[in-house]
């Protein structure tokens, strides 16, 4: 279906599953996320709406936003030879162990702070996560998400055929931890 068939019906959906977060965690297998599903050539328009209706008790958190600043944290040139060393092995890059920020602390780290100031956290332009080896799961099963005081709701750039979802319309993903809007 396209954005204008499709958007009021979803969003009724997600209106549904953060007002009951009790049922949320009880459907998602003790997870505390909803992964909102939407054609990806349709983000902006999915993005656009979403901020138009829940501006005032969202935090919007822009992952490709979260990946340059990752970025210039030690700049470009350093981090383009860090990056060719890992590149077949890039969570040691983005979701390392070590005590280095990466880019998986920046994100766990910007929807704990929008929970803390009472606000719903929106993960946004998630698609900038491809190639970075985090996946929705390791969000969705952190220890962190799973104890949030409000639900983590992620756009997630997908298609869905049969029971399985695609992100970015290709790759197969989790929907373990969450429920699906789909």
């Known amino acids: 279906m396209s954005y204008i068939t499709d958007h009021q019906q979803k969003f009724t959906d997600l209106n549904l599953h953060i007002k009951n977060q009790d049922q949320l965690r009880l459907k998602a297998n003790g997870g505390n996320s909803i992964l909102f599903s939407y054609p990806p050539e349709e983000e902006n328009l999915y993005i656009e709406k979403a901020k138009e209706l829940y501006a005032e008790n969202t935090a919007f958190i ?31 890059v983005f979701h390392s162990d070590d005590p280095t920020p990466d880019l998986f ?57 049969d029971d399985n979802i695609y992100f970015l319309n290709f790759k197969p993903a989790s929907k373990y931890r969450c429920i699906l809007v789909k």
């Open 62 to 92: 822009d992952v490709s936003k979260l990946l340059v600043r990752f970025i210039d944290g030690d700049g470009w040139e350093a981090f383009s030879k860090y990056y060719n060393e890992f590149k077949n092995t890039p969570h040691k």
């Open 105 to 161: 602390d920046f994100i766990i780290s910007e929807i704990e702070n929008a929970c803390n100031n009472n606000k719903i956290p929106f993960l946004i332009r998630t698609g900038c996560l491809y190639g970075t080896g985090i996946e929705n799961v390791n969000i969705m099963e952190h220890k962190a998400i799973i104890k949030l005081a409000h639900p983590l709701v992620i756009f997630y750039p997908s298609k869905i055929e």
